[in-house]
């Protein structure tokens, strides 16, 4: 599953895993795992990086993730998303697993920008929308009281640097699999299960197209 930030693209892959009786494979899942697993040898490697807040490298996700996707619960398929992120991590999975669909999730940046952008927060980690889900005060939280703040992360000036930095590596990622004949592009400015419903369709018809059903 691929999409910008804020895109659904994470829900979206658990509405597929849950439907389709398959595991819901998440790069994040499975570095928190190892994290907090101090049986893995990879535990102090993988807590390194990440409790310094640095990007663990490519080699070592590539790693893992081919390790998870060998597992049993593995067999019949699984459901992935936040991999690949570059299009060297692309190539790496094509040599490693079958990759029967990927899906795009379709947004414009001016809706990630306001998606991100009107997100409040509260030091309890209650977070708002000022669109979306609206505190009754834009500055209280309404949950426990206190002041609400924009993250960092949530400013524009951020949201549009991430946004470049996914576009740059994202255009070679969607090359190689709009070459291959694999991916497909689904509108994600609608509902949640409008866009899950895009999906399930598509993979329908693919398997209506396979099977001839009449
Ligand atoms: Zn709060």
Not at 26 to 31: D, F, H, K, Q, Y
Not at 93 to 111: E, G, P, R, W
């Amino acid at each position: 599953m691929l999409g910008p930030p804020v895109s659904g693209k994470g829900t979206q892959t658990d509405l597929i895993a849950q439907t389709f009786d398959v595991p819901h494979i998440s790069t994040g899942v499975i570095l928190h795992a190892i994290k907090i697993d101090l049986s893995n040898p990879l535990a102090p490697e993988v807590m390194g990086f990440m409790d310094q807040g640095k990007l663990v490298p490519s080699e070592l996700v590539n790693r893992l993730v081919a390790e998870r996707i060998k597992r049993a619960d593995c067999k019949f398929g699984y459901a992935m998303d936040g991999f690949p992120r570059t299009l060297e991590q692309a190539q790496f999975l094509d040599q490693n697993a079958d990759v029967d669909y990927v899906f795009l999730i379709k947004v414009t940046d001016a809706t990630i920008i306001e998606r991100m952008s009107g997100r409040r927060v509260c030091k309890n980690g209650h977070t708002w929308h000022l669109k979306y889900s609206p505190p009754k005060d834009p500055a209280v939280c309404d949950t426990c009281g206190e002041p609400l703040f924009q993250r960092d992360d949530d400013k524009e000036e951020t949201v549009k640097s991430r946004l470049a930095v996914y576009h740059g590596e994202m255009d070679g990622i969607i090359r190689f699999y709009s070459d291959k004949g694999a991916l497909i592009e689904i509108d994600g400015e609608q509902h949640i299960e409008d866009v899950f419903r895009q999906i399930v369709r598509r993979l329908v018809n693919d398997l209506r197209s396979k099977i001839g059903w009449k």
